[in-house]
């Protein structure tokens, strides 16, 4: 039992440049996280998902898009990386009978 | 919107000796629930603490206790017998039912041996 992966650990991006971080989790969550921490403001949520074929917006989705098409995947897109996306990306999932998230390890990304 | 405020941008304990952290939120509704949170050097998001607004009592997990103050919407952390361990951003986080997390800003706790 995996939990919650993420691929990429750490990607470096030029800016304009696209590419899709991908999250899995192995516990049959319905629900699905992404976050972006920067330093001085916690985390905020990107964009998340209560189930298959489902997404909704958080609070700041701008530049981002996500798809759910697997139960267990979550993926995030950036189609023209800014710098201002240079972040560290959590994906966190959930079942729906519990109130606990629990987190993958993060994805570091940097644009120049 | 809810929100969520760590008044405490840094904290340092000396080791053995018992600190808290604070945290207060705003909400109108009367069920949610809240967490704390620990992000080691490692960056792994781990589960501290938690508590439903509708219990009464204080829930603890070994040496990590929490006040909660729910009129005064307050959900402080203690830690006692601080460890080396122990030293990490913790963030406090609140949840209506069916709704995803909102967290506050963190606070960078040094534990000094």
């Known amino acids: 039992n995996a939990g919650v992966t993420q691929t990429p650990k750490f990607r470096v991006l030029k800016t304009g440049q696209s590419m899709t971080l991908l999250c899995a989790q192995d516990m049959n969550h319905e629900y699905m996280y992404w976050y972006r921490q920067d330093p001085g403001m916690g985390l905020r949520l990107i964009h998340y998902?209560?189930?298959?074929?489902?997404?909704a917006k958080g609070e700041v989705p701008d530049g981002y898009n996500v798809s759910r098409l697997k139960k267990q995947n979550f993926l995030l897109g950036l189609e023209s990386a800014a710098p201002s996306q240079t972040s560290v990306y959590f994906c966190a999932s959930r079942n729906g009978g519990q109130e606990t998230q629990y987190f993958g390890p993060g994805t570091r990304l940097l644009v120049l | 919107a809810q929100t969520v405020t760590q008044s405490q941008p840094e904290m340092s304990v000396q080791e053995a000796e018992t600190v808290t952290l604070s945290c207060t939120y705003d909400?109108?509704?009367?069920?949610?629930?809240l967490f704390w949170y620990k992000q080691p050097p490692s960056r792994q998001m781990i589960l501290v603490i938690r508590?439903?607004?509708?219990?009464?009592q204080n829930a603890t997990e070994n040496r990590f206790s929490v006040n909660f103050q729910k009129a005064a919407k307050s959900f402080s952390l203690k830690i006692s017998d601080s460890q080396l361990g122990d030293t990490a951003m913790y963030f406090c986080a609140f949840m209506k039912r069916h709704t995803p997390l909102v967290f506050g800003k963190g606070t960078r706790l040094s534990v000094i041996a």
């Open positions: 998902s209560v189930g298959e074929g489902t997404t």
């Open positions: 909400t109108s509704e009367n069920n949610y629930y």
């Open positions: 508590q439903e607004a509708y219990k009464q």
